[in-house]
């Protein structure tokens, strides 16, 4: 049996002089425990550089889907610029068709209906006798006041021989001055006493005239409230009215006749403040009446009120309007339209423009830099129907939205949309 080699013992000691072993250092061998763990901490280094690099990317990359998705979800809408209007306007107000002059006509002495010469519907001149009135004690008083008036004269005259007597005997010295003046002071009575005889001779006279109703100008009868035989007082007339009524359905208290002139009617505007100022004398109205369709009458302002009517906020104004053929009735609806020139142009937008919620009346105001819409309130001034006049609350060039709707809320981002291609 042979015994191991020394040098190959587990736990000898190295021989000296051994090439390979006197080479290399001694080596001590890893254990497995350092070896997992250094390979662990290896992974998770790996791990936490690659989950640092890939949250940003997923962060930024959601973010660039939002900002998509946000654009991509802004509403659409169509925008315009507000502008102002021409430099001329139009207001368009009713009316009520009224006679130029409409008059009651009264007696003016007490008696009876002798007869009457003109009914309803009749055009009578300026003069023209309308009525005759039976009246025998106004003729029996002119007869004494005629006789009332001789019976002064005839003193007059025997006052003045009587002055001229004395007169003489006063230059002889056969009266005193006082008789004299005594003669003068009879005479000069004696010529009032004349001079009021004849004034009230006058006066029955033209009394008596009155028994004659007449016309005091020229137009249509539109009452007759007597008749033949109708008891008649200094009053008017006591009989009940018999047909009709006046232009306006009723009947004047008392009178006998009612007369307007047609041939040129008036009607009268309420014209809001703000175009008070533009009303001026002259201008010209256009005015329509719903029973005469498709025609029109030249009319023109002849006056106003020159002062607003604290209640209604309106300036009257009466327009004048030709009716030769008496076409025009007092009495109908009428509506005028004056044509006048602005002092300043109004701001005019779109009806659809207007956002009406409990804030009141307001706009949506694009701001073009950010593309994002803004709520304003706005004042509402003159309608014309398509479009809407803004007192204030925007400015020239302002571009608003046009078709806003309960969805667009105050700071939203919008976007415009394209206009409609032209048709060629």
């Given at each position: 049996?042979?015994?191991?080699?020394?040098?190959?013992?587990?736990?000898?000691?190295?021989?000296?002089?051994?090439?390979d072993v006197g080479a290399a250092p001694p080596v001590t061998p890893a254990s497995t425990r350092k070896m997992v763990t250094a390979a662990g901490v290896?992974?998770?280094?790996?791990?936490?550089?690659?989950?640092?690099?890939?949250?940003?990317?997923?962060?930024?990359?959601?973010?660039?889907?939002?900002?998509?998705?946000?654009?991509?979800?802004?509403?659409?809408?169509?925008?315009?610029?507000?502008?102002?209007?021409?430099?001329?306007?139009?207001?368009?107000?009713?009316?009520?068709?009224?006679?130029?002059?409409?008059?009651?006509?009264?007696?003016?002495?007490?008696?009876?209906?002798?007869?009457?010469?003109?009914?309803?519907?009749?055009?009578?001149?300026?003069?023209?006798?309308?009525?005759?009135?039976?009246?025998?004690?106004?003729a029996q008083q002119v007869t004494q006041a005629q006789h009332q008036v001789a019976q002064a004269k005839a003193a007059t005259g025997l006052a003045g021989?009587?002055?001229?007597?004395?007169?003489?005997?006063?230059?002889?010295?056969?009266?005193?001055?006082?008789?004299?003046?005594?003669?003068?002071?009879?005479?000069?009575?004696?010529?009032?006493?004349?001079?009021?005889?004849?004034?009230?001779?006058?006066?029955?006279?033209?009394?008596?005239?009155?028994?004659?109703?007449?016309?005091?100008?020229?137009?249509?009868?539109?009452?007759?409230?007597?008749?033949?035989?109708?008891?008649?007082?200094?009053?008017?007339?006591?009989?009940?009215?018999?047909?009709?009524?006046?232009?306006?359905?009723?009947?004047?208290?008392?009178?006998?006749?009612?007369?307007?002139?047609?041939?040129?009617?008036?009607?009268?505007?309420?014209?809001?403040?703000?175009?008070?100022?533009?009303?001026?004398?002259?201008?010209?109205?256009?005015?329509?009446?719903?029973?005469?369709?498709?025609?029109?009458?030249?009319?023109?302002?002849?006056?106003?009120?020159?002062?607003?009517?604290?209640?209604?906020?309106?300036?009257?104004?009466?327009?004048?309007?030709?009716?030769?053929?008496?076409?025009?009735?007092?009495?109908?609806?009428?509506?005028?339209?004056v044509q006048f020139a602005h002092t300043e142009s109004p701001i005019v937008v779109p009806a659809t423009a207007l956002v009406i919620r409990s804030a009141?009346?307001?706009?949506?105001?694009?701001?073009?830099?950010?593309?994002?819409?803004?709520?304003?309130?706005?004042?509402?001034?003159?309608?014309?129907?398509?479009?809407?006049?803004?007192?204030?609350?925007?400015?020239?060039?302002?571009?608003?939205?046009?078709?806003?709707?309960?969805?667009?809320?105050?700071?939203?981002?919008?976007?415009?949309?394209?206009?409609?291609?032209?048709?060629?």
């Amino acid at each position: 049996m042979n015994s191991p080699d020394p040098t190959e013992l587990p736990g000898s000691a190295p021989v000296e002089g051994h090439a390979d072993v006197g080479a290399a250092p001694p080596v001590t061998p890893a254990s497995t425990r350092k070896m997992v763990t250094a390979a662990g901490v290896v992974v998770v280094l790996l791990a936490l550089l690659l989950v640092s690099s890939f949250i940003p990317r997923r962060s930024t990359s959601k973010e660039l889907e939002a900002e998509v998705l946000a654009e991509d979800a802004a509403p659409e809408v169509r925008v315009a610029a507000v502008h102002r209007a021409a430099t001329g306007g139009m207001v368009e107000l009713p009316g009520t068709i009224q006679a130029l002059h409409e008059s009651a006509i009264y007696a003016r002495v007490g008696g009876y209906v002798k007869s009457w010469k003109a009914d309803i519907g009749n055009i009578v001149r300026a003069g023209a006798i309308l009525a005759e009135i039976d009246a025998p004690e106004i003729a029996q008083q002119v007869t004494q006041a005629q006789h009332q008036v001789a019976q002064a004269k005839a003193a007059t005259g025997l006052a003045g021989t009587d002055l001229a007597r004395w007169k003489q005997l006063a230059a002889d010295s056969a009266v005193t001055r006082q008789e004299l003046d005594q003669k003068q002071a009879a005479y000069d009575a004696a010529v009032a006493n004349g001079g009021a005889a004849s004034a009230n001779l006058q006066r029955l006279v033209e009394m008596q005239n009155f028994a004659h109703v007449r016309a005091p100008f020229t137009g249509v009868i539109t009452a007759r409230s007597v008749d033949i035989g109708s008891l008649i007082t200094a009053a008017g007339a006591t009989s009940s009215p018999v047909a009709g009524g006046d232009a306006g359905g009723a009947a004047g208290p008392a009178s006998m006749f009612r007369i307007a002139q047609t041939d040129t009617v008036r009607t009268y505007i309420s014209v809001p403040e703000r175009y008070s100022t533009s009303m001026t004398t002259g201008l010209a109205a256009t005015v329509t009446v719903q029973e005469l369709p498709g025609r029109t009458f030249a009319g023109r302002i002849v006056r106003t009120s020159h002062a607003i009517d604290v209640s209604s906020r309106t300036l009257l104004v009466e327009v004048d309007i030709a009716n030769p053929k008496f076409v025009l009735l007092p009495g109908m609806y009428s509506n005028v339209a004056v044509q006048f020139a602005h002092t300043e142009s109004p701001i005019v937008v779109p009806a659809t423009a207007l956002v009406i919620r409990s804030a009141g009346t307001q706009v949506m105001v694009l701001d073009t830099a950010t593309s994002t819409i803004h709520l304003r309130s706005v004042t509402v001034g003159r309608d014309y129907g398509a479009t809407i006049e803004l007192l204030d609350g925007v400015t020239d060039g302002t571009v608003l939205v046009t078709d806003p709707n309960a969805d667009l809320v105050d700071g939203m981002k919008v976007k415009v949309a394209a206009a409609p291609a032209e048709r060629k």
